[in-house]
Structures are given as structure tokens and as C-alpha cells.
């Protein structure tokens, strides 16, 4: 059900409703700065379901499984920022720019999204305002306050990736994304491909864009930060212990490749 209320744009988000940004660990010592645009899968009380079954809802069209589990215990691993958005894709896409088609998903891989359908050019500004803005106006506040304070920030954008699209079964564990930056994807790269059991994705199953993707190229690239997405398989971390198994593997890896950035001398602020 689609509550009417869902075309009134003042009020999106009332007082019950929680605030778009969660945040862990916010005074953290590390220069890895976690962002996870599809963390949560929470919808504002006025939108009711979006016209959808409570099936779909905890479908991967609505949030990336897993990540929430993995971006908490990544975050406590490395003493790292987490900053994550509480509300589900299907409100707004917060790693789409709002300009593109696929912002507020009329359909998302084969579901069509009733509460998405013939929304006015105002009810879609609401919620880029409400929920889109605010989160990527935190991401940018923390990285020049760090900035200012001297701390270096490599900017991990973390998601998960559903195992089977469209019909077609995804053979890589995990993968990274990214564009421009030449120094963080490849060292995750090599340490990921260090472990044997895995199926390493260079670039897939996606490849970040400036029309597909928004928190890498403008947090990450238009501020010459270091950054790398991640995409893991979501069978993988479908429970606490896979979830676990994961925050400890990629903790492992950004040590040693916190280690290497030094060696470098890249981490001065
Ligand atoms: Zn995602």
C-alpha cells in the first residue's frame, strides 16, 4: 500500500523516522574513511511499502545484504569512520546522480516499483533533499574537516553484489571498482588475489563511471583522495559468521595495505 500521504513532498521524513546518516566509530584513528550507500533498508513512514510485498523488500533491490554486518565490524577492526545510509535504494539511489534515470528506480532488475511511479518533479526533490543530501553533505564535511585536521583519508566505498542477475550466475567472491585512482584498486587487488580461495573480480561485476556511480567520483576523484569500491558476493555474508569471516579478511588486507601507503610516504594528510 501506497499511503496518500506519499505525494505530500513537505514531510517525507517526520519526526518518527530515523535520520538518513548512521555513523560508526567517528573519532577513528585510521586513514580509511567506510562509506556504504546501501547499507540500510529502511523506507520513510509516509511511503508506506512503495506498493511492494515484504519479499521484495529484503530483496537486493532494496539495500545490499551483508554489507550492514561488514561495514560494522570493518569499521571496529581498522578503528575507521563508517558513515552509511539508513534508507533503502528503492527511496533513492545514493550512489546514482540524481539526474540519472535509475536515481529513484521505477524498476529495479525485473520489479516494478508502484510507490516510484508518476512521482512529480517535487516529490523526487524531496528525496534527494531529505535522504540523498544529507548523507553525501556528512561524507564531504568529514573529509575536509580531516583535511583540515591533518588526517590523511582513503576513501573504501563498501557494497555487495547479488550472486545470480538477471539470470545469469556471478563467478567472483568479490571484485573491486574503481576509475581514475592508480595506487589503492591495485594493491587490493594484490591482496586479495593473495588468497587462494578466491574468485577476484577486476572491475566487476562492475566498473565505476561518472554516470553510474556518484560517492567514488565525487568524493573520492574530484578531491585526488585514494579510493576503491568493494562488491562482495552477498551469499557470502548472508549470515553474522560470513559477515564476520569477511570484516576479518578485508581488515587483513587494507593493514597491510595501510602498511605499504606508509612505506610510500602516501599518507601524509
Ligand atoms: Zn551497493
Known amino acids: 500500500m501506497v499511503l496518500d500521504g506519499a505525494s505530500d513532498t513537505s514531510l517525507l521524513l517526520g519526526e518518527a523516522d530515523a535520520s538518513p546518516v548512521l555513523e560508526e566509530n567517528t573519532a577513528g584513528r585510521s586513514p580509511f574513511l567506510l562509506t556504504s550507500d546501501h547499507y540500510g ?12 510485498p515484504e519479499s521484495e523488500l529484503k530483496r537486493h ?5 551483508g554489507i550492514a554486518g ?13 558513515i552509511a545510509q539508513r534508507y533503502s535504494r528503492l527511496v533513492i539511489d545514493c550512489n546514482r546522480p540524481p539526474q540519472s534515470p535509475n536515481s529513484i528506480p521505477r524498476i529495479s532488475e525485473t520489479t516494478i516499483i508502484p510507490g516510484n511511479e508518476g512521482l512529480t518533479r517535487e516529490a523526487a526533490e524531496a528525496r534527494r533533499r531529505q535522504v540523498f543530501d544529507p548523507y553525501h ?8 574537516g ?9 576513501l ?11 539470470g545469469i550466475a556471478r563467478p567472483w567472491h568479490v571484485g573491486t571498482l574503481y576509475q581514475r585512482d592508480t595506487h589503492l584498486p591495485p594493491l587490493l ?76 610516504g602516501m599518507l601524509a594528510a
Open 41 to 52: 533498508r529502511v523506507l520513510p513512514r509516509v511511503l508506506g511499502d512503495l506498493g511492494l
Open 61 to 65: 533491490i532494496a539495500w545490499d545484504i
Open 70 to 82: 561488514v561495514a560494522d565490524a570493518l569499521s571496529q577492526h581498522l578503528d575507521a569512520h563508517l
Open 137 to 144: 553533505r556528512r561524507i564531504a564535511e568529514v573529509i575536509e
Open 146 to 154: 580531516r583535511s583540515r585536521e591533518g588526517i590523511p583519508t582513503v
Open 156 to 166: 573504501v566505498s563498501l557494497h555487495s553484489f547479488t550472486p545470480v542477475y538477471a
Open 189 to 264: 587487488l594484490k591482496g586479495l588475489r593473495a588468497q587462494a580461495d578466491l574468485v577476484v573480480g577486476d572491475n566487476e561485476p562492475y566498473a565505476v563511471s561518472d554516470e553510474t556511480d556518484y560517492t567514488i567520483p565525487v568524493h573520492g576523484e574530484a578531491r585526488g583522495l585514494m579510493n576503491t569500491g568493494i562488491e562482495i558476493r552477498q551469499d557470502l555474508i548472508a549470515d553474522d559468521s560470513g559477515e564476520r569471516e569477511w570484516a576479518d579478511r578485508l581488515a587483513n588486507i587494507f593493514g597491510e595495505i595501510e602498511t605499504e601507503l606508509r612505506g610510500r
